[in-house]
């Protein structure tokens, strides 16, 4: 009998390629997005920005190795990975003009992401964490407050992605969760049934 066989998906677990191909696109995106506006801020501050997106990419490149090792990576580094990215996102959109910045489209990749792998408290922190941030960089970049309502926009959006993601990710976990838990119940079931022995004479015919 495997009684000890788990019939339910670990969310991190199962979302850490989704988690890895965020990442990369986000990476991606971001240099793509710093090198093209090389015009509007000093080499200084380029460098850095670069500096910050590779160690990004590095740190990912261990995730992808605890996949292709089939290791378990701690629940904590990717969460330590997801605050990274909230924080590099948040920092290129400060760089960019704040309010004015077209970079904050990369949070809803992010929080997308984040959306059908983290557990739904921890993606409500995350998500808290993120629309606070940045509505707290808006407000000190904004030229009058008709931007107020452009912002309030941009925040339920941001919360519409986090919700729906984490909605459809809940409905496509139960569904997987129960068919492992039917496959299981079935094995064990098969498990228990006794095998046929022949019939040995309790004592041996003379």
Do not use: W
């Not at 922190?125 to 000190?140: D, H, K, P």
């Not at 309030?152 to 129960?178: D, Q, S, Y």
């Amino acid at each position: 009998m495997n009684t000890n066989k788990p019939v339910t998906l670990n969310p991190l677990a199962e979302g850490q390629m989704v988690i890895i191909i965020a990442r990369f696109v986000l990476v991606l995106s971001s240099l793509f997005l710093i090198l093209a506006d090389t015009e509007s801020v000093s080499f200084g501050v380029i460098r850095f920005e670069v500096m910050v997106i590779l160690l990004l990419a590095l740190s990912n490149f261990y995730l992808v190795a605890q996949v292709l090792t089939k290791r378990k990576t701690l629940d904590l580094v990717i969460y330590g990975m997801g605050l990274a990215d909230l924080v590099v996102i948040s920092v290129v959109v400060i760089i960019q003009g704040g309010f004015s910045s077209n970079v904050y489209t990369f949070y809803f990749p992010a929080l997308l992401a984040f959306s059908l792998a983290f557990p739904m408290v921890e993606l409500y922190l995350y998500l808290g964490a993120t629309v606070t941030l940045y509505s707290m960089i808006c407000l000190f970049t904004m030229h009058n407050m008709d931007d107020l309502q452009t912002l309030i926009i941009r925040v339920l959006m941001l919360t519409a992605i986090a919700v729906c993601g984490n909605h459809f990710a809940e409905i496509e976990r139960k569904r997987r969760n129960a068919i492992l838990a039917r496959s299981f119940g079935t094995s064990s079931e098969e498990a228990q049934i006794p095998a046929t022995v022949p019939a040995v004479p309790a004592h041996p015919i003379a």
